[in-house]
């Protein structure tokens, strides 16, 4: 047999029925922009903090919609909270005020009423 260099994936499938996401569902009720978020990718664009460290606002959206908080946890605090990421999205988005919140509940273990 031909060894051409090919290799099967593992599956990349969410299963979003399984995922935690209760980060997400206490995120939307403090912050109800979060639900209109379309992914669109300004906010990664036009982040200061993005184009010198590897801090991505979509990316974490994303992994907090999954579920998966130990893998935004190291980088959610390069944040610099500057806003311009706010002033760009074109749905609205409260976007510091979600990283606000996700470090809130981060460093503390719960979102408090």
């Keep these: 047999m ?7 994936n593992e599956s990349a499938t969410l299963d979003l029925d399984t995922t935690h996401s209760e980060l ?4 939307l009720d403090k912050e109800p922009s979060a639900a209109t978020c379309i992914s669109c ?3 990664a ?8 460290t590897d801090f991505n606002l979509r990316k974490i959206m994303l992994l907090c919609k999954r579920g998966d908080m130990q893998s935004f946890k ?13 002033l760009a999205c074109p749905k609205g988005v409260n976007t510091r005020n979600i990283v606000l ?7 503390a273990g719960k979102i408090s009423k």
Excluded: D, E, W
């Excluded at 944040?79 to 706010?86: A, E, F, I, S, W």
């Design 45 to 52: 664009a036009t982040c200061s903090a993005g184009q010198f």
């Design 24 to 27: 997400y569902k206490k995120l």
């Design 74 to 86: 190291p980088i959610i605090n390069r944040c610099m909270v500057c806003g311009k990421c706010q």
């Design 41 to 43: 990718g300004t906010c």
């Design 2 to 8: 031909i060894n051409f260099g090919y290799q099967r």
């Design 101 to 107: 919140i996700l470090n809130k509940y981060l460093h």
